[in-house]
């Protein structure tokens, strides 16, 4: 359900680069290769969590001297993107030169105005930093170890310049730092401990490590101190409100979303769409309910959607099942797309179905879990959290809201041929830009796009499915219109549950966790609406383009075909 942004990460930063080589590049793609590479010199940790592990052993420190040195970087790249022609690019290379472009306004947006660094302490924050080292299953444990100190060495002082950096911070931020720094204790005190001990270092080397390791635990704990004494000041401290406003909004928007529309403009579309689903689901609502319900249905409108909802959400499988269901039913999924020919699955990268591990636990649901542009070899996993440890009630709750409809609607959406089809397609793409900084809003846009698709096209079509696909939906609505509003109008969470519970039919429960999302967050809740406009808006232009020779898998192999490049871009190619 989550697809994460590593495009926002310029407090990793790396002082003392050498600059770029010199002289003239011959080909745009020469360009790309150079960009790439002084890209990762710039953000290690970054490149580490994407599979890329020859900077595993450095840290950069979050100074002034290190965001100088990154914004040199990104004017210079700025600079020389210039040089090329835009006209005379491939297609291919049109999207990679939008995505280069955008990734650098918003990093000099995000330096020069946005400034995190100084209102958001989460920002600081080195557990990614070791996980994705420590779990590099392509070296051993004692390289990863070695390669680590590096990074461990550089702890003390990275946090000594977050204090310095942090100036204005709002308190939902400064909690948020709280938690996730103490949560760090996992690594020093037991996952690093451990792997020392399972590791054939010499003794001098492991006395070594742990010394490191103590006084990095050491610099996070006075962090966190650091933190919680400011938060104890309460009012007697300023404090920079959690909402970043209009201004700042749109801005955002613009670099991130990457659409052609503004905030503004996708925002009156999403109120005119909430209102067009609230009546289709009245509609289903008054003919499902006499095939269902002897006694006389409510005559409020969202009663009787919301009671029509609540008695179906008993049809869901058993808690012991749910691995087994979902497993059961992507094949017939693949059986069905084959046969109405609605696009090419590749069937030489199966998708396999497993029980989401341990140091993934917590998350809860299912995600997909893509091989990274480093190991495309690598199989292609949809992550289940299983409900065995649920108790009853837990249980309960979860299966009514995943009831078998749903759960049709979320293997669309992250398997087939939501998520797991479209990274497949993205990897056939030569360029590592697209991978690397894909957009957020076409990865998300297609694969809620392909649920309204699938059932126009008539995938276990009926009323009550209709109805099921109608709430998704406007939960995807519903989160463009509450982080839009939580942001810009200063929204408080009665405001938020209003239109999550009452208007969208969601638990009380998830309207809270929501809305805490959209207070530390921003706009990345807005992608999944703006995407599958942007799409749906395309394949009205494309039918009328084509008219007779429009084929809808002709269109989703094409759209497809140019990576996770913003929808904008792929709309020009598509359309001129
Ligand atoms: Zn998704
Ligand atoms: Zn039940």
Not at 63 to 68: D, G
Not at 511 to 517: F, G, T, V
Request: contains cysteine; hydrophobic residues 35%.
């Amino acid at each position: 359900m989550k697809y994460l942004v590593f495009g926002l990460s310029f407090i990793l930063l790396i002082a003392g680069c050498e600059s770029k080589k010199s002289g003239p590049l011959t080909s745009f793609s020469e360009f790309e290769d150079e960009f790439v590479d002084t890209l990762w010199k710039y953000n290690p940790v970054w490149a580490s969590s994407i599979g890329y592990h020859a900077y595993d052993s450095v840290l950069p420190i979050p100074n002034e001297t290190t965001t100088t040195a990154y914004l040199q970087f990104l004017n210079a790249e700025k600079k020389a993107l210039a040089g090329y022609s835009y006209e005379k690019l491939t297609p291919s290379e049109k999207c990679d030169y939008k995505l280069i472009e955008d990734f650098l306004h918003n990093g000099i947006f995000s330096i020069r105005e946005f400034k995190a660094n100084e209102w958001d302490p989460s920002q600081y924050n080195v557990g990614g930093a070791i996980d994705a080292v420590l779990n590099n299953s392509k070296a051993t444990l004692e390289t990863n170890l070695r390669m680590l100190a590096g990074r461990l060495h550089n702890i003390p002082d990275y946090y000594q310049a977050a204090r310095k950096q942090i100036k204005n911070p709002s308190r939902e931020h400064t909690d948020l730092a709280i938690a996730q720094n103490e949560g760090l204790s996992y690594f020093f005190k037991s996952a690093l401990p451990d792997s020392i001990k399972k590791s054939n270092l010499s003794v001098a080397e492991k006395e070594q490590l742990q010394a490191q390791i103590d006084q990095a635990d050491e610099a996070v704990a006075s962090f966190v101190t650091f933190l919680k004494e400011r938060r104890a000041l309460g009012d007697k401290a300023a404090w920079r409100s959690c909402r970043i406003g209009k201004e700042l909004y749109l801005s955002k928007f613009r670099y991130e979303i990457q659409s052609h529309y503004s905030a503004d403009e996708v925002y009156a579309k999403a109120l005119i769409r909430k209102k067009e689903l609230l009546n289709e689901m009245y509609g289903l609502s008054q003919s499902i309910w006499p095939n269902y319900i002897k006694t006389a249905a409510p005559s409020d409108s969202l009663q009787l959607i919301r009671e029509t909802l609540s008695f179906l959400s008993q049809k869901h499988c058993h808690k012991d099942s749910f691995i087994a269901t979902i497993e059961k039913q992507l094949p017939e999924l693949t059986v069905f797309i084959n046969s109405k020919h609605i696009i090419d699955l590749d069937s030489s990268k199966p998708l396999r179905v497993r029980k989401t591990p341990e140091y993934m636990a917590g998350v809860a649901g299912a995600s997909i879990n893509s091989p990274g542009p480093y190991d495309k070899e690598q199989a292609t996993y949809y992550n289940v959290t299983p409900l065995t440890g649920y108790s009853s009630e837990k249980a309960e709750s979860y299966l009514r809201e995943y009831n078998n409809y749903i759960l049709e609607i979320l293997n669309i959406h992250e398997a087939i041929p939501g998520h797991y089809t479209q990274q497949i397609y993205a990897n056939r793409s030569p360029s590592l830009i697209k991978t690397i900084l894909g957009n957020g809003a076409m990865i998300e846009g297609w694969a809620c796009y392909v649920e309204r698709m699938l059932l126009e096209e008539g995938y276990h079509h009926s009323p009550e499915m209709q109805l099921f696909y109608c709430k998704w939906n406007l939960r995807e609505v519903g989160n463009f219109i509450l982080d839009y509003n939580v942001q810009v109008n200063n929204w408080n969470e009665q405001q938020v549950k209003h239109l999550l519970v009452e208007e969208c039919f969601q638990e009380s429960a998830e309207a809270s966790e929501k809305y805490k999302r959209a207070l530390l967050t921003q706009v990345q809740l807005t992608s999944y609406f703006t995407g599958q406009t942007e799409i749906l808006e395309l394949r009205e232009a494309m039918k009328k383009k084509e008219s007779q020779r429009f084929d809808l898998k002709n269109f989703h192999e094409q759209f497809l075909s140019y990576g996770s490049a913003p929808v904008t871009a792929i709309s020009e190619l598509m359309l001129h």
